[in-house]
């Protein structure tokens, strides 16, 4: 069974940054593709960012020019590098994960990002 964790998330200023982590284990394959997805209250959950193993990367026309997605060194590992934050990014953010062959996608448990003065 996959499991994904991630972390990273707190308080932090306007302007300020943080760098969210995800590892995802339990898979015998590499991922197809992961991604970070968002959910702020009473709002629907959005697509932050993507990457897939081929190396495509997309970005939310919210963060683009602030927001950084990478894979890790570490297998199914994937980073969120957050700048220039503004109030608007607090929400929960989750990691997804899809696998070879897998029925469905997997998700985190979600880490807290506030940002507030």
């Known amino acids: 069974q996959v499991q994904l964790v991630e972390s990273g998330g707190g308080l932090v200023q306007p302007g300020g940054s943080l760098r969210l982590s995800c590892a995802a284990s339990?898979?015998?394959?590499?991922?197809?593709?992961m991604a970070w997805y968002r959910q702020a209250p009473v709002e629907q959950r959005e697509l932050v960012a993507f990457?897939?193993?081929?190396?495509?990367?997309n970005y939310a026309d919210s963060v683009k020019g602030r927001f950084t997605i990478s894979e890790g060194n570490a297998k199914n590992t994937v980073f969120l590098q957050m700048n220039s934050l503004k109030p608007e990014d607090k929400a929960v953010y989750y990691c997804?994960?899809?696998?070879?062959?897998?029925?469905?996608?997997?998700w985190g448990q979600g880490t807290q990002v506030t940002v507030d003065s």
């Open positions: 997804n994960a899809r696998f070879p062959r897998a029925t469905f996608d997997y």
């Open positions: 339990g898979s015998i394959f590499s991922f197809s593709a």
């Open positions: 990457i897939t193993r081929d190396g495509t990367i």
